[in-house]
Nanobody
Framework: QVQLVESGGGLVQAGGSLRLSCAAS????????MGWFRQAPGKEREFVAV????????SYGDSVTGRFTISRDRAKNTIYLQMASLKPEDTALYYC????????????????WGQGTQVTVSS
């Protein structure tokens, strides 16, 4: 079983930046895609970004493309989400996730979720 621990959330002003981290431990996830989702109050959980097992493929949700960057350090079993030009609508609980496959992720293919880290963007 993989355990995921997110960190790096916080309060930031609009236009600012944050970097989220997600450290995996336990049974290795190094051969699986990993990604980020977010959920705002009263809304459904939303795909943010995915990175393939070797970091060679990345994809982003429409609302964050061009502003967020996902990366992966396989030696540290950690993925990151660099968030820039943050907007109040980016406010949400951000979840790290491990996919069943090696390249892509969607909410139905997630095998492990982290506990979430809160990101709040003030206007």
């Amino acid at each position: 079983q993989v355990q995921l621990v997110e960190s790096g959330g916080g309060l930031v002003q609009a236009g600012g930046s944050l970097r989220l981290s997600c450290a995996a431990s336990g049974r290795t996830s190094s051969n699986n895609a990993m990604g980020w989702f977010r959920q705002a109050p009263g809304k459904e959980r939303e795909f943010v970004a995915v990175i393939s097992w070797n970091g060679g493929y990345t994809s982003y949700g429409d609302s964050v493309t061009g502003r967020f960057t996902i990366s992966r350090d396989r030696a540290k079993n950690t993925i990151y989400l660099q968030m820039a030009s943050l907007k109040p609508e980016d406010t949400a609980l951000y979840y790290c996730a491990v996919a069943r496959g090696a390249a892509t992720i969607d909410i139905h293919s997630v095998t492990t979720w982290g506990q979430g880290t809160q990101v709040t963007v003030s206007s």
